[in-house]
């Protein structure tokens, strides 16, 4: 894959966010837990959407790192609603970094699983309402 805007239909772009020298780890490489941030932060404006409403993360019922993340890559985060209860929505996020230089690409970098619950001022659970 060479073009990060080109994915498949019911995928939404929820956010892109260049890495920074200040998300690196002491390797040098982009620390997971920031990109584990990017992809609670896709998944969550997804599910908030779709709940009409506060939302707030439950479970990362999976978590695959397939590549490294570098300074300077270009991260998109594609984020699709796999699921519907009562109260939550589990979503399904892919994450990929556009690389630059001598030949740019774009990589799958990550891809995971988030459940969110939606909830009302309380904090209490409240239902999804019915898509319409």
Known sequence: MTD???????????????????DTNSAGDIFGG????????????VA??????RVVTVSVNSFLFKQPVFVGDLISCYAEITHVGKTSLTVHVRAFAERHGKHPE?????????????VDDNRKPRAVPKEG
Request: glycine share 4%; net charge negative; hydrophobic share 45%.
């Open 48 to 53: 908030r959407r779709r709940a009409q409403g």
């Open 106 to 118: 774009c990589v799958q970098v990550t891809e995971a699983d988030v459940t969110y619950v939606a």
């Open 4 to 22: 990060c805007e080109q994915l498949p239909d019911n995928t939404d772009l929820a956010i892109r966010v260049m890495a920074t020298p200040a």
């Open 34 to 45: 920031w990109i584990m941030s990017q992809v609670d932060i896709a998944g969550s404006i």
